[in-house]
């Protein structure tokens, strides 16, 4: 087990404005907008992102430490604000190469207490692999999301397929197509919204 830290206290930067605002995951969740992309990853980084109250910035330092581990590795994060309060970030990551199988769990804390937790299943499969996300905001509520992927080597196709369940049940679905080409390839993508509507690209 090998163990490295620093700290980058040399390295402030303007807009700590507040340690961690956690409704700021809980609002973008129910709105949806983190049904586009991801709701895991949005969540994530909007309770890792300070909230922007121009009346109360300030500087903050962060400090990162690795551990690896057995079956894989370890992460914390630490950012602290002018006046003392902080914000963490812990993950862990784990492979089983022999099952196909990696995991991923996090936990963000904020100043008061409040936490985002993340968790990530990606199974190996025949023709790609399965990822299902949740995320469970500070009230309770989650997320979720399911993804597979699937290859044909010999067609030359990647298809990608997704659906996002949103705190208050509002579901979005993602199909997305890539076929290699002669010239290189073409990708098509559809997004449909919880109201039925979908979006073309």
Known sequence: MSRRG???NGMTRKGFHQPIALACAAAILASGLALVASAADAAERAVRRPAHRPAARQDYS???EHT???DGRTRSDVWVGEDGRAVLRDAVVRNDREAGLRTRDVVVTGSEG????RSDVTQRTD??????SVVTLPDGRTA???A???RDAEAGTRIRQAVTTG???QTRTLDDVTQRTDGGFTRSTVITNPDGSTVTR
């Open 6 to 8: 620093f700290e980058e």
């Open 62 to 64: 962060r400090h990162v």
């Open 68 to 70: 690896r581990i057995e």
């Open 114 to 117: 409040a936490q985002v937790t």
């Open 127 to 132: 023709d790609g692999y399965t990822r299902d």
């Open 144 to 146: 979720t999301r399911s």
């Open 148 to 150: 597979a992927v699937t």
């Open 167 to 169: 705190p208050s049940g």
